[in-house]
């Protein structure tokens, strides 16, 4: 059983940046970020594999937010910078159980095996 608890989250402005940590316990392999809005559906935010080397964005992200992972630790990182209005959400950590699962399927929630309780991040106009 993999525990997963997220940390970071808070209010910032538009511009800002905020690094988001997921700490794990338990055994882990690809990692993703996911975030949700109260009466819309998950969205994808980001993907990481075990080794760190692959990772994926989604669109409205990529180019803003990178997603990292310290093994070590067994944390997962987000770090956002150019915040938008558009990122207020719940951010949701995921773990997989599987060890191989090609990184870009890891997209959709239902490849993930654990998910975190989530944090709030805002972000003001």
């Known amino acids: 059983q993999v525990q997963l608890v997220e940390s970071g989250g808070g209010l910032v402005q538009t511009g800002d940046s905020l690094r988001l940590s997921c700490a794990a316990s338990?055994?882990?392999?690809?990692m993703g970020w996911f975030r949700q809005v109260p009466g819309k559906e998950r969205e994808f935010v980001a993907t990481?594999?075990?080794?760190?080397?692959?990772?994926y964005y989604a669109d409205s992200v990529k180019d803003r937010f990178t997603i990292s992972r310290d093994n070590a630790k067994n944390t997962v990182y987000l770090q956002m910078n150019s915040l938008k209005p558009e990122d207020t959400a719940v951010y949701y950590c995921?773990?997989?159980?599987?060890?191989?699962?090609?990184?870009?399927?890891?997209?959709?929630?239902?490849?993930?095996?654990?998910w975190g309780q989530g944090t709030q991040v805002t972000v003001s106009s």
């Open positions: 995921a773990s997989t159980s599987r060890p191989v699962v090609p990184i870009n399927s890891l997209a959709i929630g239902a490849q993930y095996d654990y």
């Open positions: 338990g055994r882990t392999y690809a």
């Open positions: 990481i594999s075990w080794s760190g080397i692959s990772t």
